[in-house]
């Protein structure tokens, strides 16, 4: 069964981080930077928030808030669902689908070590069926 170790072996274990003292102007000019739709709020090397585009857009952008003075704690997403490297893909999937989230950081006991997105399981799994397309392609033309 694929876990998330998987993913990460392909995607890479880089993760961007703010501070909770960061603002939301130099926030957002980093996920810019990166072209990434969302940073892990770190403190003291432990995870405290993620924050995200639509985070962005709820809690500074529709509430009329200044990002130049608006710091990240102020408007991040406290509530982060985080997995482990080992755990299945299937359990990321229903994570993402049930709470409705798109970015799951991946911490194990020696502290992060990733992070997944809903398109990177999307990109997985087109992956995997494309191998089995191509597999059983060859397997038929090989019958002949």
Known sequence: ???VNDILNV???EVVTVSPKSTVIDASRLMNQAGIG?????????????FT?????????SEQRDPTKTLVAEVMTVDVFTVRS???????????????????????DGGMRGI?????LLAYQVREQQDTID??????HDLR
């Open 1 to 3: 069964m694929a876990t």
């Open 11 to 13: 995607k890479g274990h």
């Open 38 to 50: 969302g940073v892990v709020v770190v403190e003291s090397e432990k995870v405290v928030g993620i």
């Open 53 to 61: 585009e639509r985070d962005v857009l709820r809690r500074v952008v």
């Open 86 to 108: 080992d755990t299945p893909l299937d359990g990321c999937s229903s994570l993402i689908t049930a709470k409705r989230i798109r970015h799951i950081p991946v911490v194990d």
């Open 116 to 120: 997944i997105t809903s398109g990177d």
């Open 135 to 140: 597999y059983l392609n060859h397997y038929v």
